[in-house]
């Protein structure tokens, strides 16, 4: 099983370019959007500790939703949000014993699982530039599980596998770093999520051990 490495996709460079940014802004207390709606990209990826687990790859996806800031000192703010998310990643099986074990056939196969999310973080801000850390929970309300043939490259369901195999709560970790601005907020987050995300059978044998590992890049607007 590989080791995360998804949370790289925040980078250095961007750390570097959201702080030297930050510090060309004017200090206030608490600034940015005290509510607003907010929206970005997902880099998904699933470590699926499976021995026909070949090679996990990331999936590109989204999220969506609102959010509000708490001031609770003149630095620090609770900020509880409302997402709709979309994780999951495209697995690569391999092994002869794929079709009659798991039943699906050598290839990619499409994780796309699609979650009500609540992140509620704790945020500190040093002028324009906020820390921001705390957990999450999820609530799976659709799965689409795709199985991509090499031979033909047409799209399969798997074994009919729908939401109802895959753990329909799903909680977390989330924490980040952002700018925030009078009118608006940008920055990177990264979630790891502390529960499997498949039940039992099928599900649960293809994604053994797998849980939700998304890095996000988002932009905010608001009052």
């Given at each position: 099983?590989?080791?995360p490495?998804?949370?790289?996709?925040?980078?250095?460079?961007l750390a570097a370019s959201l702080m030297l940014f930050a510090g060309q802004v004017q200090a206030q207390d608490n600034p940015g959007p005290k509510f607003g709606v907010k929206g970005g990209v997902n880099?998904?990826?699933?470590?699926?500790d499976q021995p026909n687990a070949e090679d996990e790859n990331m999936k590109i996806g989204y999220h969506a939703g609102l959010f509000g800031k708490i001031p609770v000192t003149s630095f620090l703010a609770i900020q509880p949000e409302l997402l709709y998310t979309n994780t999951g990643?495209?697995?690569?099986?391999?092994?002869?014993?794929?079709a009659n074990s798991l039943g699906i056939q050598q290839g990619e196969v499409r994780f796309n699982l699609n979650y009500i999310q609540l992140p509620v973080l704790l945020t500190g801000n040093i002028?324009?530039?906020?820390?921001?850390a705390g957990p999450y929970a999820s609530y799976l309300v659709g799965a689409n599980v795709k199985d991509l043939k090499p031979a033909d490259l047409n799209s399969n369901v798997v074994a009919d596998l729908n939401t109802s195999d895959f753990n329909r709560v799903d909680y977390g970790l989330a924490g980040g770093i952002g700018v925030d601005l009078k009118g608006f907020t940008i920055g990177a987050r990264y979630?790891?999520?502390?529960?499997?995300?498949?039940?039992?059978?099928?599900?649960?044998?293809?994604?053994s051990n797998s849980r939700n590992s998304v890095a996000q890049l988002y932009i905010g607007f608001g009052f």
């Open positions: 099983m590989k080791k490495m998804i949370a790289k996709l925040a980078g250095a460079g880099f998904a990826q699933l470590f699926v990643s495209k697995v690569t099986y391999g092994g002869s014993d794929l002028g324009a530039f906020n820390i921001h979630n790891y999520g502390l529960r499997e995300i498949g039940n039992s059978g099928l599900a649960g044998r293809l994604t």
